[in-house]
């Protein structure tokens, strides 16, 4: 019968039961045979019909019968149920103890599931299977009979029994699936890490804490000269690949790395097992504390290239100051931007003195207006040949020369610079002069002295096509960076980077036109970094107008000032004692952090100079509240509670006369050259246009407080992280692109760009040439459109065109001014940008539009 103790017979079957199943526990890693065996050795064990392992779900309410014997269809692994309080099921998982219910249809004591009256069962006996230390239960063991009976004491301990064995069971079967999900990424990752080191253009090592190596890459292997056996064996270290005057940075650079973890890029010679060199640049990091590697460059060409290229400009000065004739180059214009050794030694003029039109001080100044108007004149049809006179300051006296120029043309014919020549022909002039004033009286003379004055002047000619020899050969020449600046605000920062930009790209297309195109990059990099500096410099002038394009977070004012305090420290220097007077808890501000992060660093140093003999920096910040008096001076903000972040120093303070003007752009007290005056502007604005407030307190003599105010944010904001970039794979090869930008080289930039991704660019300058390219009823998948476009028509009207035709078609918008109204949500990306990021942006619409 059902739950009868049954005397030893029962108990007898109740060992077996424990033993077999556990037996099965320790042999199967099938937790579905595991359960329905325990199920079906449980019935066994109590003579029931059914029995079953409920399980706990995720919500710790529901239970899902996980597995059971003597069910119907549809039961196991499909029915679930409640285990809230009032059920047998949640009290056996809330006490932990055992419950027997011997006759379910007059049992009051708790509400039993629905399933299983519809199968007819009438007593049943519920026993928790515990989780692990402080976890909670894994579910519920229940035996279940279709007759009304008894459990006896004994049967509800084998219960309890047999429910921890099943519960020690799963944790097993947790713990060891757990054990081979995690040796299943060890080797995976061991496998990709082992696919990257066997990149063919990078050499990698792998070295011990004692800086013993152990292995290397193909790459490395062949690089040096050596088999992979030497290396594992052990027979291959660094002084077998390390020229001997290289050892000892060799030996620091390892010891760096050992006290750091990691070290600094370093180029040196390395030596094959032949005893040939070459150059490799090297990095390297420890991995963990007992391995380290590190990745190395063969960048051998490129410093022969570059040894090569100071050996040629090395003989050109030498033929420029080899020669007697005077060398310089110019603008179009005429002014100066270089001049030859010659020169300044003849005129006396200091290299500097003789830039832009300093020249002309060397000018008689009877010639200067008629070489001036010469130079205009070869400025319009591209020829220059003028005599003038110029100073000779060894005697003290002018001296008669011939200027000849060649221009440098850019690719519409343009003049962009001459390269020229003076040459002296004072005896020549001198010679005229003569002839002119004796006329016939001096004919015989002249005569005599023809023969000579011919032999003169074909030396002359001689001279002159050696010249112009020299002066093609000069045309190869480095351009020489431009001395001297431009006073007066932005027109000075945005010359000195227009003229970095200008020669690094014309070196670049004469290294292009050279066929030495290896050699562009060198060219491009600087007018990149200069482009980079323009940028930031606009970006600065965008954040004085608040019209900067922020991206604002949620941010704890107090945690990132604590988080720059190392920062600030290095900054500012060892003289400057740094004071932080921080909170803890307080309500965040909604700002752009890496804006703010920036004003304060620009805050601080503003500090550091006003103090040059050392003294304490403080910052301090601490909650306001601001009432409609307190801001009725104020644009931007509104009245509420703040974030008040206060710097302060113990400087020499401002006059009232500096303190009226410390926003204004522009506006700087320090030396020329130590500072643009856009600094104080940049905070100025920043902070107005995240709705907050600046105020400004000095006393000459007794220091400066600047407290920057931004409004506590209280309601929630979405989050605005984004997500995973998607592959750029999933974008399609020739899809159709319409770009409108009427500035033709950007244009023809970006449509260059996305044709190298395999799209399919249709190109226009204006609203109206655009709207002309859809009526071919092309399909179009994403629109890029500035939006200041001429002749009518701006980008966002053209975006409204578009979309009438095909309301699906993805829109992104290019701009150089954050305050263009756009429609909410629109994509947007600010100029200058770079051709990888816009790439990767229209990657990413094409990849989101299409469900990618």
């Known amino acids: 019968m059902p739950g009868h103790d049954g005397g030893s017979d029962a108990l007898l079957r109740q060992q077996t039961a424990l033993a077999r199943f556990g037996e ?3 042999r199967s890693d099938d937790l579905d045979e595991i359960l329905t065996e325990a199920c079906r050795l449980v019935s066994e064990a109590l003579g029931t019909e059914m029995s079953k392992v409920m399980e706990l779900q995720a919500d710790g309410e529901t239970l899902l019968v996980r597995a059971g014997v003597g069910w119907g269809p549809g039961v196991v692994g499909v029915v679930t149920t409640g285990s809230e309080e009032g059920t047998s099921e949640g009290h056996a998982l809330r006490t932990g103890a055992p419950l027997i219910s011997t006759d379910l249809d007059h049992d009051e004591r708790f509400r039993f599931p629905r399933f299983l009256i519809e199968q007819g069962v009438k007593a049943v006996a519920n026993v928790a299977i515990l989780g692990a230390d402080g976890q909670r239960p894994y579910g519920v063991l229940q035996v279940d009979s279709r007759t009304p009976c008894e459990f006896g004491e004994g049967d509800t301990a084998f219960l309890s029994t047999y429910a921890n064995m099943i519960a020690a069971a799963v944790q097993r079967f947790a713990a060891t699936t757990d054990l081979r999900e995690r040796e299943a990424r060890l080797r995976e990752s061991e496998n990709r890490f082992r696919r990257i080191s066997e990149i063919e253009t990078v050499g990698v090592v792998f070295f011990d804490a004692d800086r013993r190596i152990f292995d290397a890459n193909t790459m490395f292997l062949r690089m040096v000269g050596v088999a992979h056996g030497d290396v594992a064996a052990g027979r291959v270290q660094w002084e077998d690949f390390t020229p001997p005057e290289w050892l000892e940075a060799t030996r620091a650079a390892l010891d760096d790395l050992g006290r750091a973890g990691q070290r600094t890029p370093l180029e040196r010679e390395y030596m094959r097992r032949d005893g040939s060199r070459w150059w490799g640049l090297s990095a390297a990091r420890m991995l963990d504390p007992a391995v380290g590697v590190e990745l190395v460059l063969d960048v051998t060409d490129r410093k022969q290239a570059e040894r090569a290229m100071q050996d040629s400009e090395a003989r050109l000065r030498a033929l420029v100051e080899g020669i007697p004739q ?11 931007i270089w001049a030859s050794r010659q020169w300044t030694d003849y005129t006396g003029l200091t290299d500097e003195g003789s830039l832009g039109l300093g020249w002309l001080d060397a000018i008689h100044p009877d010639d200067r207006a008629a070489t001036l108007a010469a130079w205009a004149e070869a400025e319009q049809d591209g020829h220059l040949a003028i005599e003038h006179r110029t100073f000779d300051a060894a005697r003290g006296q002018y001296s008669w020369f011939q200027t000849r120029a060649t221009p440098l043309r850019d690719e519409a014919g343009r003049v962009i610079e001459w390269f020229g020549t ?17 006329g016939e009286a001096l004919e015989a003379e002249v005569a005599a002295r023809t023969a000579d004055l011919s032999r003169a002047l074909d030396s002359l000619q001689n001279e002159m096509m050696e010249r112009e020899r020299v002066e093609g050969a000069l045309r190869h020449m480095q351009k020489m960076e431009a001395v001297g600046q431009l006073t007066g605000g932005i027109a000075h920062d945005f010359n000195n980077m227009l003229q970095g930009i200008a020669g690094s790209l014309e070196m670049a297309q004469r290294r292009a036109r050279e066929g030495r195109a290896e050699e562009t990059l060198r060219f491009l990099r600087p007018a990149q970094q200069a482009l980079d500096r323009a940028a930031g410099l606009t970006r600065r002038l965008l954040a004085f107008a608040r019209r900067q394009r922020l991206e604002p977070r949620l941010v704890d004012a107090d945690a ?3 988080g720059m305090a ?3 420290r290095r900054t500012v220097g060892p003289s400057v004692r740094l004071d932080l007077r921080l909170g803890d808890g307080r309500a965040p501000v909604l700002c752009d952090p890496n804006q703010l992060e920036s004003a304060l660093l620009n805050l601080c140093i503003n500090a550091r100079d006003a103090m040059p003999e050392g003294g304490v920096l403080s910052l301090t910040t601490t909650d306001v509240t601001f009432g409609p008096a307190d801001l009725a001076q104020e644009e931007a903000a509104q009245p509420g509670d703040f974030v008040m972040i206060s710097v302060s120093d113990s400087g020499k303070g401002m006059s009232h006369d500096v303190l009226d003007r410390a926003f204004e752009p522009f506006f ?6 130590q500072g643009t005056g856009l600094g104080l502007s940049q905070v100025y604005g920043f902070v107005q246009q995240s709705g907050g407030v600046v105020r400004l307190e000095s006393t000459s003599g007794q220091g400066t407080i600047v407290r920057i105010c931004l409004p506590q944010q209280t309601r929630p904001v979405p989050d605005v992280t984004p997500g995973k970039a998607p592959d750029p794979r999933a974008a399609r090869p020739g899809q159709t692109v319409l770009l409108v930008d009427d500035e033709t080289i950007a244009r023809e930039a970006v449509g260059a760009r996305l044709g190298e ?19 071919s009823d092309v399909d179009v998948a994403l629109l890029i459109t500035d939006v200041g476009l001429p002749n009518g028509m701006n980008g966002r009207q053209v975006a409204e065109a578009v979309r009438e035709r095909h309301p699906e078609t993805p829109v992104l918008f290019i701009t150089g001014y954050a305050g263009t109204d756009l429609p909410p949500g629109s994509e947007v990306i600010d100029k200058p940008f770079d051709l990888d990021t816009l790439a ?4 990413s619409m094409l990849v989101h539009d299409h469900g990618t």
């Open 560 to 562: 990132l000032v604590a």
């Open 326 to 336: 005077l060398v310089f180059r110019s603008r179009s214009s005429g002014e100066r």
């Open 422 to 438: 003076s040459t002296e022909i004072d005896d020549q002039v001198r010679a005229r002069e003569v002839l002119a004033l004796h």
């Open 668 to 673: 700087t007290t320090k030396p020329l050259g």
């Open 24 to 26: 099965l526990a320790l």
């Open 566 to 568: 190392d920062l600030i």
């Open 840 to 843: 990767r942006r229209v990657q």
């Open 757 to 775: 991704l395999g799209y399919r660019v249709l190109e226009a300058r204006d609203g109206p040439a655009a709207l002309e390219l859809l009526e």
